[in-house]
């Protein structure tokens, strides 16, 4: 189990070396989602396809499970669909080949959806964030709402990883277009957490502030629910 610092693969730290141990771990203090990315398959590596399906088997009766990473096809996405995890994030994808997230919704449905929007400077980043559009953030998610995508992960590529807070306005601004919106990317204490849950936005995915024991998923569980 890996974590990266802005999405760059060189700034990599290691904090676990058997993710499936780890998500047991998770669902014992009390998570009720999991979100993986799988970095290999996101900078064209191969992928952990075997790993994510032990995942599934030892907690996804226990545990919703949201994927991510590098699903850049309708193959793949379909083939990621059918480790019945409960939600698959793509990104790319909705700015490369704009085409398929309709045929997503249509074929596994809304609830099982997301679109990853990854801003830098407030434009798009693709490609496991290796690349930057010129297209805006705000334009892509109003196209998104308007097919029908009822889930947006947020993640300032700036933050990601920094523990320097989420961009919590930036999250609500794409709420109001009309889809729930799940920040990401910098959280660093309770307080983000309660900034988050003040807003109003769908959730919040903490990765490192877990890892580094800023504070137990326990607490921060409490805080969201407040």
């Given at each position: 189990?890996?974590?990266?610092?802005?999405?760059?693969?060189?700034?990599?730290?290691?904090?676990?070396?058997?993710?499936?141990?780890?998500?047991?771990?998770?669902?014992?203090?009390?998570a009720?989602?999991?979100?993986?990315?799988?970095?290999?398959?996101?900078?064209?590596?191969?992928?952990?396809?075997?790993?994510?399906?032990?995942?599934?088997?030892?907690?996804?009766?226990?545990?919703?499970?949201?994927l991510?990473?590098?699903?850049?096809s309708?193959?793949?996405?379909?083939?990621?669909?059918?480790?019945?995890?409960?939600?698959?994030?793509?990104?790319?994808?909705?700015?490369?080949?704009?085409?398929?997230?309709?045929?997503?919704?249509?074929?596994?449905?809304?609830?099982?959806?997301?679109?990853?929007?990854?801003?830098?400077?407030?434009?798009?980043?693709?490609?496991?964030?290796?690349?930057?559009?010129?297209?805006?953030?705000?334009?892509?998610?109003?196209?998104?709402?308007?097919?029908?995508?009822?889930?947006?992960?947020?993640?300032?590529?700036?933050?990601?990883?920094?523990?320097?807070?989420?961009?919590?306005?930036?999250?609500?601004?794409?709420?109001?277009?009309?889809?729930?919106?799940?920040?990401?990317?910098?959280?660093?204490?309770?307080?983000?957490?309660?900034?988050v849950?003040?807003?109003?936005?769908?959730?919040?995915?903490?990765?490192?502030?877990?890892?580094?024991?800023?504070?137990?998923?326990?607490?921060?569980?409490?805080?969201?629910?407040?």
């Open positions: 189990m890996v974590r990266l610092s802005q999405g760059e693969p060189d700034r990599e730290t290691a904090y676990a070396s058997d993710p499936a141990a780890l998500a047991e771990r998770f669902v014992m203090e009390g009720r989602w999991l979100h993986i990315v799988d970095l290999d398959r996101a900078f064209d590596q191969g992928d952990n396809r075997q790993v994510v399906s032990r995942i599934v088997t030892r907690v996804g009766s226990q545990v919703q499970i949201q991510s990473g590098g699903l850049r309708l193959e793949e996405i379909r083939g990621v669909l059918g480790l019945e995890v409960a939600r698959i994030v793509v990104g790319t994808v909705a700015v490369t080949a704009p085409d398929l997230v309709p045929i997503l919704l249509r074929e596994a449905g809304a609830h099982r959806i997301a679109v990853g929007i990854d801003a830098r400077q407030g434009k798009v980043a693709i490609r496991g964030w290796a690349e930057t559009t010129e297209q805006r953030v705000s334009e892509l998610a109003m196209r998104l709402v308007r097919e029908g995508v009822r889930t947006i992960i947020y993640t300032d590529v700036s933050r990601d990883g920094m523990l320097t807070g989420p961009d919590v306005a930036g999250a609500v601004e794409l709420q109001r277009l009309g889809a729930g919106v799940i920040a990401s990317g910098g959280v660093a204490s309770l307080a983000d957490i309660e900034a849950a003040l807003a109003g936005l769908a959730g919040v995915i903490v990765g490192r502030a877990l890892y580094e024991r800023r504070f137990t998923l326990g607490e921060a569980l409490e805080v969201a629910s407040r």
